[in-house]
């Protein structure tokens, strides 16, 4: 019997979802058109400066924190200062950030370790700076982009989680979760300038509560179910 003809194979549709590579490079586009010149929010001159910063932006405003930082950092100016400093003055200096105890203890004992174990310098891995007290993987990760243009990861904050679930770019329950999804659906090259977009169009445009979907250059890409417009 003659060989059945093998029929020829369909090409691949290309994917029409909502992490297709052409969507998640509309977004990517959007973003820089809204957001060309996005950099970190608090104010800083040096790695140990920003991360001490971060270390007090926990549950707290950059606006607030770049308040305290320029009175702490001139008293004390160095990691070598700030372990050396009593906890009672610390704790003095940034009271209004909130839960200032716990956050003192944290920034006293990453200028201890800086000081001790790292010649006070700030570390410029990952693997380094999560072992500082206070530095947790999104506190170094926004160490790393910002001092050291490095993109080990992406910071994810609350407004970087609430917009990739609300875009559809992740859907995981965590912080932790989101940044894998985030670090295996975007280029690594935008890792950095992903989270300082998306922050600031937290903060200006899609809003927790009351999303401004009106004037939001990304309304026709997103179909989250807490829209306020849809066009």
Known sequence: MPA????PRRAAKPSRGPLAPERVEAILKALDEAYPNAVCALNHRTPWELLVATILSAQCTDVRVNMVTPELFRRFPTPAAMAKARLSEIEGLIRTTGFFR??????????????EEFNGRVPQTLAELITIPGAARKTANVVLGVSFGKA?????DTHVFRIARRLDLAKGDTPQEVERELMAVLPQDRWISFSHQVIHHGRQ???????????????TLCRSNDKTWSS
């Open 152 to 156: 080990e990861g992406v910071v994810v």
């Open 102 to 115: 716990n956050k003192a203890k944290s920034v006293q004992g990453a200028a201890k370790k800086i000081t």
């Open 4 to 7: 059945k003809k093998s029929s």
């Open 205 to 219: 445009v899609c809003i927790a509560r009351n999303p401004k979907c009106r004037n939001c250059n990304l309304e």
